[in-house]
């Protein structure tokens, strides 16, 4: 009786063997999946990121060293001569001055051969309080009275105090297109005005070539300047010029139709008439 229990129990041992064998067979075929390749859990997707509207996502921009940007277009140095570059001009570093009314000094540009002085502050709070410092006419910078050479042009913009001492309407043309309208202003010069005896003499000597009234003669512009030879530079073909600095001025008229550049040396007496 024992024998054919054992022997019983054997054979269902065996089926039981023969039907599993049969259902893994089956489940690589794709009939049924056998629980040992089932993965333990289902595979987590990430969420996506949450989407903003692009109007919310507003950049910061930084200038140079990290500092953000002046609110002016023009806030240093390096920004005043870029510009500057950028519409043409020829531009040169010549060294520093010192001015009476600032305790650092200014670096000198040379601007298509004219020389300009900037200052550059700390932060433009520091600068628009030496701005308000200077007079409407530039003669004076706080308790400052200032003798100027010739005409004092300043302009403020971030952190830069820019100074051309001069009347070249081109140069004053040019920085203002780069810097603002100057924060100084001057009247209207005229032939009547007390004005050195080289310019002067460029009025006459234009009234004389050119066939019209002193008074129909506007002065635009003028400023000391040294000339390269005793030409004035405005030698004819073939001239021999003496090869010596000759100081003097440099004068732009008008006559209100057209303009005129004139050069004359220091006294007056060389006077010459650009074609």
Not at 132 to 155: K, L, R
Not at 160 to 176: N, Q, R
Not at 246 to 260: F, I, N, S, W
Request: charged share 20%.
């Amino acid at each position: 009786m024992k024998r054919k229990l054992l022997v019983t129990i054997f054979t269902g041992l065996v089926l039981t063997s023969i039907v599993l064998s049969g259902c893994v067979q089956a489940g690589q075929t794709g009939e049924l999946t056998p629980l040992a390749t089932r993965p333990a859990t289902e595979p987590v997707t990430e969420p996506a990121p949450p989407e903003f509207p692009e109007e919310t996502l507003a950049p910061t921009t930084t200038g140079e060293a990290g500092v953000a940007p002046q609110g002016s277009p023009v806030g240093g140095y390096d920004d005043l001569v870029e510009a500057l570059l950028a519409t043409g001009a020829k531009v040169e570093q010549v060294g520093e001055v010192e001015q009476p009314f600032s305790e650092m000094p200014a670096r000198v540009i040379r601007v298509n051969d004219a020389d300009v002085q900037v200052f550059e502050f700390p932060d433009e709070a520091t600068r628009e309080a030496a701005s308000a410092m200077i007079s409407e006419d530039g003669s004076a910078v706080g308790p400052n009275m200032i003798t100027w050479v010739d005409q004092p042009n300043f302009w403020a913009s971030g952190r830069l105090l820019v100074l051309y001492v001069g009347k070249h309407a081109e140069i004053i043309s040019l920085l203002t297109r780069v810097l603002g309208e100057p924060i100084t202003e001057h009247e209207t010069m005229s032939p009547s005005e007390n004005l050195p005896e080289a310019v002067q003499a460029a009025v006459q000597k234009l009234s004389d070539t050119a066939k019209l009234a002193v008074d129909q003669i506007e002065i635009v512009s003028y400023e000391r300047v040294e000339w390269r030879d005793g030409c004035l530079e405005l030698s004819k073909p073939g001239q021999m010029c003496a090869q010596v600095i000759t100081p003097g001025y440099r004068v732009t008229l008008t006559d209100g139709e057209k303009t005129y550049r004139v050069h004359t040396d220091e006294s007056g007496r060389l006077v010459k008439i650009a074609q």
